[in-house]
Nanobody, 125 residues
Framework: QVQLVESGGGLVQAGGSLRLSCAASGRTFSSYTMGWFRQAPGKVREFVAAISTSGTSTYYADSVKGRFTVSRDNAKNTVYLQMNSLRPEDTAVYYC??????????????????WGQGTQVTVAS
């Protein structure tokens, strides 16, 4: 089992940047595929990015490709989401998630086993 805690959210102007972190408990972090999702008010939770267990493969939603970068440090049990060129439509609660399945291109939330509590990102226009 793994517990996830996100941090790094906040208020930023459009065009700005934020880096989210997700710290995981447990000694098997490197066994989990990690993902980032987001949920805006009144909308369903949507996939943002995923990274393989080793960190060598990544996958992004089209809406963030070229602007967001997911990475991980298995020695620190942490996954990151660097968000650049932020837009008002990026405003949402961002969640990190973990799964033992290795396919990173599955974008459905129910494919993931563990979730953090979320961190709010607000992009002002």
């Amino acid at each position: 089992q793994v517990q996830l805690v996100e941090s790094g959210g906040g208020l930023v102007q459009a065009g700005g940047s934020l880096r989210l972190s997700c710290a995981a408990s447990g000694r098997t972090f490197s066994s989990y595929t990690m993902g980032w999702f987001r949920q805006a008010p009144g909308k369903v939770r949507e996939f943002v990015a995923a990274i393989s267990t080793s960190g060598t493969s990544t996958y992004y939603a089209d809406s963030v490709k070229g602007r967001f970068t997911v990475s991980r440090d298995n020695a620190k049990n942490t996954v990151y989401l660097q968000m650049n060129s932020l837009r008002p439509e990026d405003t949402a609660v961002y969640y990190c998630a973990a799964k033992l399945k290795t396919l990173i291109t599955t974008t459905t939330s129910y494919d993931y086993d563990y979730w953090g509590q979320g961190t709010q990102v607000t992009v002002a226009s």
